[in-house]
């Protein structure tokens, strides 16, 4: 009898084992890859299911939810030569099973690796201020470019961010000395024009005084002129106007220099008269 009990016991476990490699629950949001004898025999749907134990055995679980993907922070170099930091998340779900499985060893790294090196290949050809602004268009370009190679592992890119660009360390330096010698450009190109407007306003001040004095020399010109022609039309004699502008003048010049405090003594023609003449280069006939 015991010997018996023995293999009773024995068979309940060996069904119970058997059971429960037969007995599959696949939860909401997978799938699983049943293999029998090492070759794809059939996905395994949410709910319960029922394999072939000891001949089939689950060989992948995969996730059908969306899945998020960090794409590591990597240094890009710009088509002008400046060296940027970058890096991205992408957001896939996986639409056929079997390509995710068995057309690539592993899917999420492969899609990492293709967003690493497409940002790469894309940043590569634009400069630094465009990569540093075209963070939409970059996006753009590189959901488009990663699309179809995801179509064949059997994924689907629902999209793909930039979560941060920006320069590195020594390009931050680097831009913020050239930021500084650009102040220090401007102040001097600023201190430069100043420093010409002003010359061109003295310039044009200059111009307008000589202006001004020829205005008024042509002026005292014209009104000596005027005065001698009254005096000549008033007495009748040709020398007589000069002489007594020039009479005029002297008198006041004698009148400056008597008020002068450093002059004692001043001598006065005792022929005013001739003295006049003679400035004039003329004599008084006999």
Known sequence: MLGFEVVVIAILIFVLITVWKGV??????????????????????????????????????????????????????????AVILTNAIAFIKVTDTIKAVYGVVDFSEAIRNLVQTTLRSIVGEMELDAALSSR???????????????????????????????PSESMVKSMELQAAAERERKAVVTKAEGQKQAMILEAEGRLESAKRDAVAQVTLAQSSAQAIQKVTEAVGDRDLPALFLLGEKYILALDKLAASGNSKIVLLPADLQEALRGILGRTRSA
């Open 24 to 81: 599959r629950i696949v939860p909401q949001g997978d799938e699983w890859v049943v293999e029998r004898l090492g070759k794809y025999h059939g996905t395994l749907h949410p709910g319960l299911t029922i394999i072939v134990p000891y001949i089939d055995r689950v060989a992948y679980k995969v996730i059908t939810k969306d899945i998020i993907l960090d794409v590591a922070e990597q240094e890009v170099i710009t088509k002008d030569n």
């Open 136 to 166: 939409e268009k970059i996006k753009a370009r590189l959901k488009e470019m990663i699309a179809d190679e995801a179509i064949d592992w059997g994924l689907t890119v629902k999209s793909v961010e930039i979560q941060d660009i920006k």
